[in-house]
């Protein structure tokens, strides 16, 4: 079964990964860059898990977050949605990751999702997120608490590279919305989606 990842620098995602690699999946990690610092750690956060993973983990995709995100993020400050960043960050992803799932004929998209562990990740929030893709979305650290994240990523020698200093988001507001609702989140996605990625 092939499945195409959302890969960040940070802990989470590197561990989402793994765990689907270890039952199997073939991975397809797409990155969305933001700088060459966080680029870098993923490339080295890939190669680790090829390490453990082989082929079954393959070379991540990387897509600029300015080009792809960006004019959508703006178009929010404009409208003075600025809040709703956060959740179009996501919901862009879900939308590019959908594109590329289809061109390598993948099943469904993993993420690194841990319920309620960021303002992003509230069960409001992912509701409304994932309504950007009709394929199954699979959180495999959705129900997992920090502590034990970060206990497998040490266990599988991601951690060290996934706290290395890094630049801040560029992007996230300084109120992102915590509880997303549906009704406003359709207005606000009427208003940016000519800027959505195809």
Known sequence: MKVVALLSSGIDSPVAIHLVASKGAEVYPLHFKQDDVKENKVRRIVKRLQEIHGDKVKDPRIVDAFEVQGPVFEKLREIRKEKWTC?????????????????IKAKAIVTGDSLGQVASQTLDNLMVMSTATELPILRPLIALDKEEIVRIAKEIGTFDISTEKEPPCPFVPRFPVVRAGLGEFRKILNEVKDLLPK
């Open 87 to 103: 959740i179009f960050c996501k919901y862009t992803m879900y939308i590019v990751a959908t594109s590329y799932a289809r061109e």
